[in-house]
């Protein structure tokens, strides 16, 4: 496929993650924005653009709220967006401020993620009943766990998997996120302890979930000509892709998520790359629960169907194994603030590519990276391939 | 377009609901030090850019046009001019409003912004743009620490 | 370079209320006839679908959930913009300048009747700290920005009402319009005050309505129409997000958006490049005031050329002949595209009573409303030189 | 960069402190209200629930039979074709157990929702429902479940005029 100009990531930013936090969402997207700006060595007049993303209104309690943080988002006086696909949005705007700049129409872009879901109080989880359908969901009084909980089990069912299986996901991130210097909920946890953990919506438990959050993460992006004057390691983002399925999530078999399968082929296309196994070296999937780290692997091509349990138990997902999944600790040890915890993702396979990761490096030299977010009623997937 | 439609009025239906969650906003690093201030000593504090030699009110954490991050913190004029103002005849649900409100932009002294707040001890008729007006704030046992702490601005000499 | 074309488009019409339709089945309509215009199949022509939205205006957190099937994008690639549709032609744009996209479709829709608590909703959008607690109708933003439009530039009430004569009279000729009205200027005037010196007739009313647009590359479109209306270049941005320092008597925004638009598509001098505009009017006053961002007269001369009937369908620069917001109605999120339509119509020669003869460029331009200060520009034309 | 960044920014608060006011907020309650227009399926979709039965759209394309029904077909991209009656038994696709209710607050006695996959609609075609007149440790995938319809006098045109489904005599 060919792409008129190759855009690079030459800087990343990124806030505590914490359930509450006193800055309001523009004074986060400022602290995140300002930090991936002096991490790329450019200033705010170097910049000819913004992209933001962000996740429901009902979180932050603002009425198109990409308009209430696009100062924070070192917008003033540039062209600039919102783009919106639910969970999925924080890989997402990372793709959208790549054709900003792939393009040909600005050789700079700020790509922006905030949330700040402490303002819905006094829990977020209110601002979650609204996503169902009026008529046929929302007289039942439907809670968003119970949606993943329903998926959790067909995808268990299906393949016959134990909840031991996955709860070694939810072990193995926290445990990742002990280095991660934003994390929220780092632990030293058992699988014991997940399976004691109170029930919540059978088979999810207490620590098979990501926590609410507030926060903020930014990237700098540059076309090429611009990253090779201001850096010597770039990070290329050299595929893109993104899928949509069905509203009628009550009509689809919800064992596998076609949607990520079908937006990580179109990035996968887009890189060139044949063979996600072979060639990826480092994975940052989307992980509110852990069951989805796995269900998300096998999306994304990385192992077949049912078998990402297994590569789990064999340890080829830990940081130092044949495909480290999360290193970061993904969202299930760093918190979820939605956007924003999907470009963490994104920033953490930049520094993983940069080398720059500190104590989360996984050791491997890694050189091709993928991150990836899922929204919406489980059906949207977003998804990023990088290159060093 | 869908092969059937509704030809029955009668069978017109409209479901009904909501998107009502309760909201509490922090004010934020900035927006804390400046409640206090009006809470307890009435004052308005302004955070300055000294790259682009503005002060900011609402005071900000950093600077929109140089995003360099904003520590300075002055205090300015509780005086300011009427840079635009309206007459608003409805209220927010679009009954009409027994007496109507004047709402301005009231642009402080010396400084960049001011309030978008209502005009009080005057009658429309007697205002005008560029006239000065002054804050108004509530006795201190009242003020909590938030923008109706100024109960609103009067036109002064 | 890539050149970017609109190749197809469905409308459903604007009306106060559609209530024998839900929000699916608005724009099932809309995304049939487009895709119908186009000559593609949604199901295999499509490279992405783009909808523009926002949560509070549909009643719906994550409203992107709800919008593929009716789109025929399941399993296919869709996004949502939270902009208005211009922004969603915009994003098209850039896409397809990337090289790894030919066609991709736009849809915005409102479903404005479907909101019982409208202003509400609006003043939602205000800073929570230092705006939305002094309460109120929102409008009152338009209220002051409106006073000090007419302060700066000297401009009357009188010219305002004469957009609001002009365009509700446009929306007579126009069968998608929802608005029109045979009135007079005393008529406006004489309308019940809602925000000095804004009264009830200088306000668009909501409607409901869809639109959907096609936008290919070069290659492609013409293999599709021969009469593809070219995307000559796109702009948008922002001002301020803060009342306190936005610049109210300008439009800094559409004078951004406009700028950045015309040295994309190489326009010196508007006023004698472009032949038809479709602006923002969703208040009277913005048509004068964005007429001046957009650099077709100089500051405080929009409303004497509109008194002079310069800007009437048969003038020499014909502003919103659809009837604009004042006549077709304000579709919220849709208005770019319903603006962005009859550009098209005109430029293909396709509208009917209304249309214009010999016009070769039309721009389009929305502003994103209250409170924001953001706006898009798009220019086209029917010749690709 | 990472690795060169030593401090990052955030300033936490605790919640207790958010719920006892000792850290100034500014509180709001939105008011946003809406009368959705249901349209043409949904509008007979719910009628239908008045009359105990489910009502799902054909599409004479691919054959599918689809509930809830929608005036298109999302996979052939063309209007439905016909209305058709589905059974109000069906088999359990997924289900959970929930000690959550919408409002995230602890219920003291689980319930059981689940995706019922509907006879006489196409394989795969289900709806969100409740459970009921069934213990948590009986409720097995592929179980054959039954609506439990309100008296008819009680039904309102709404989901919630089926009760719970429970499972069927077989």
């Known amino acids: ?388 | ?157 | ?385 | 960069m990472s690795v060169k960044i030593k401090k990052y920014a955030g300033e936490e608060i605790k919640t207790e402190d958010l719920k006892e006011g000792r850290v100034p907020v500014e509180r709001w309650k939105l008011k946003a209200r809406y009368a959705w227009s249901v349209g043409a399926a949904m509008s007979r979709f719910l009628e239908e629930m008045k009359n105990g039965r489910i009502v799902a759209r054909k599409c004479h394309k691919c054959g599918r039979i689809v509930v809830p029904p929608r005036m298109f077909c999302e996979l052939c991209f063309r209007p439905t074709d016909e209305w058709v009656y589905v059974k109000d038994t069906g088999v359990i696709n997924t289900y959970s157990i929930s000690y959550l209710a919408a409002d995230a607050s602890r219920l003291k006695e689980p319930i059981i929702i689940a995706v019922i996959e509907l006879d006489g609609a196409s394989k795969g075609i289900g709806i969100f429902h409740h459970l009921g007149e069934m213990k948590k440790e009986d409720v097995k995938f592929g179980m054959k479940v039954k609506a439990v319809w309100k008296p008819p006098e009680e039904r309102t045109g709404a989901i919630t005029d089926i009760k719970y489904f429970k499972p069927a005599e077989v």
């Open chain 3, 1 to 385: 370079m890539r050149e970017v074309a609109v190749v197809g488009m469905g409308c459903t019409g604007f009306r106060s209320i559609t209530p024998e339709v839900s929000y699916k089945e608005l724009m099932f309509e809309a995304a049939t006839r487009a895709y119908e215009d186009a000559g593609v199949d949604p199901r295999q022509d499509i490279d992405s679908f783009i909808c523009c939205s926002e949560d509070y205006w549909e009643g719906f957190s994550i409203f992107d959930e709800f919008v593929p099937d009716q789109l025929g994008a399941v399993l296919r690639h869709l996004f949502t913009v939270s902009a208005d549709g211009l922004y969603g032609v915009a994003t098209a744009y850039m896409l397809i300048r990337t090289g790894a996209f030919d066609t991709i479709a736009i849809e915005a829709h409102s479903k404005a009747s479907d909101i019982l608590t409208f202003a509400n909703i609006v003043a939602f959008a205000l800073d929570p700290i230092f705006n939305r607690p002094l309460g109120g109708h929102p409008f009152y933003v338009a209220g002051l920005e409106m006073n000090r439009y007419l302060h700066e530039t000297k401009a009357t009430k009188e010219m305002c009402a004469h957009v609001v004569v002009k365009n509700k009279k446009n929306a007579l000729a126009n069968p998608y319009a929802g608005c029109g009205a045979n009135i007079t200027v005393d008529d406006v005037l004489a309308s019940e005050p809602l925000f000095y010196p804004l009264t009830r007739l200088d306000v668009s009313p909501l409607v409901d309505g869809c639109v959907v647009m096609v936008l290919a590359s070069d290659n492609v479109a013409r293999k599709l129409t021969d009469t593809p209306v070219w995307i000559k270049g796109v702009g948008w941005n922002s001002d301020t997000p803060w009342l306190e320092t936005r610049d109210w008597g300008r439009a800094i925004y559409t004078e951004l958006a406009a700028k950045m638009a015309y040295k994309i598509a190489g326009i010196k001098n508007p006023r004698k490049e472009i032949c038809l505009a479709e602006i923002d009017d969703r208040f009277s006053y913005k048509e004068l005031q964005n007429l001046e961002a957009l650099g077709f007269c100089g500051r405080g001369e929009a409303g004497k050329l509109t008194e002079e009937g310069v800007t009437g369908r048969d003038g020499d620069l014909p502003v919103n002949p659809s009837g604009g917001m004042l006549g077709v109605g304000c579709s919220l999120e849709t208005s770019g595209l319903q603006k962005l339509l009859e550009v098209v119509l005109q430029l293909r020669g396709e509208a009917g009573k209304r249309q214009i003869p010999n016009v070769e460029t039309g721009l389009a331009q929305v502003w994103r409303g209250i409170p924001t200060a953001s706006g898009a520009v798009a220019v086209l034309s029917n010749n690709l030189r």
């Open chain 2, 1 to 157: 377009m869908s092969l059937e439609k509704i030809g029955d009025p009668r069978e017109i239906r409209h479901w009904m609901g909501h998107m009502e969650c309760d909201y509490s906003y922090t004010y934020g690093v900035v927006g804390e030090k400046f409640f206090k201030e009006i809470k307890e000593n009435a004052k308005i504090m302004g955070t300055k850019c000294k790259n682009c030699d503005l002060i900011y009110v609402p005071p900000r954490l950093f600077c929109e046009r140089c995003f360099e991050r904003l520590t300075e913190w002055v205090e300015v004029s509780k005086r300011g001019k009427v840079h635009t103002y309206t007459v608003a005849y409805i209220d927010v649900d679009g009954s009409k409003l027994k007496k109507p409100i004047i709402w301005a932009m009231v642009e402080i002294d010396n400084v960049h912004g001011g309030f978008v707040h209502k005009l009080g001890e005057v009658e429309p008729k007697d205002v005008e743009i560029g006239i000065p007006v002054e804050a108004i704030f509530k006795e201190k046992k009242e003020r909590v620490g938030s923008m109706l702490d100024i109960k609103y601005f009067k036109p002064v000499k």
């Open chain 1, 1 to 388: 496929m060919f792409v008129k100009k190759r855009v690079a990531v030459v800087g990343a930013g990124l806030t505590l993650f914490r359930r509450n936090l006193k800055q309001t969402g523009r004074e986060l997207a400022y602290e995140a924005t300002k930090m991936a700006l002096d991490s790329s060595g450019l200033t705010l007049k170097d910049i000819e653009c913004a992209t933001l993303g962000t996740a429901p209104d009902a979180f932050d309690g603002i009425h198109m709220k990409g308009e209430n943080l696009l100062d924070g988002a070192g917008a003033w006086r540039k062209p600039y967006s919102r783009v919106f696909v639910g969970g999925g949005t924080g890989v997402f705007v990372a793709n959208s401020g790549w054709w900003h700049v792939a393009s040909g129409l600005f050789d700079t872009c700020l790509v922006v993620a905030e949330e700040k879901m402490s303002s819905c109080f006094p829990h977020p989880q209110y601002a979650f009943t609204t996503i169902f359908d009026p008529m046929v969901e929302r007289p039942l009084g439907m809670n968003l766990v119970w949606i993943f909980a329903l998926e959790m089990h067909r995808y268990m069912h299906a393949h016959g998997i134990k909840k031991e299986q996955i709860a070694l996901v939810s072990v193995k991130n926290k445990r990742n996120a002990m280095d991660h210097p934003c994390a929220q909920l780092p632990a030293k946890i058992t699988v014991e302890d997940v399976l004691n953990s109170e029930v919540m919506v059978w088979p999810v438990q207490r620590l098979d979930i990501s926590p609410t959050s507030d926060g903020a993460a930014a990237l700098v992006l540059a076309s090429e000509d611009v990253a090779k004057k201001i850096t010597d390691n770039p990070v290329w983002i050299d595929g893109v892709g993104w899928c949509i399925d069905s509203t009628y999530w009550t009509n689809r078999d919800l064992y596998f998520p076609k949607y990520v399968e079908c937006a990580a082929r179109m990035a996968y296309k887009m890189a060139g790359i044949k063979n996600p196994p072979k060639e990826i070296d480092v994975a940052e999937p989307y992980d509110p629960f852990d069951y989805k780290e796995l269900h998300h692997m096998e999306g994304l091509l990385l192992c077949k169907k049912g078998e990402a349990p297994k590569l789990t138990e064999e340890g080829v997902t830990q940081r130092d194994g044949d495909l480290p999944i999360n290193p970061s600790g993904g969202l299930l040890g760093v918190g979820n603030p939605i956007a924003a915890a999907g470009l963490m993702k994104v920033c953490e396979i930049f520094w993983q590519l940069r080398g720059e990761a500190g104590k989360r490096q996984v050791p491997s030299d890694p050189r091709t990276g993928v991150a990836q977010a899922w929204g919406d009623l489980m059906q949207y997937g977003s998804v990023i391939v990088m290159r060093s």
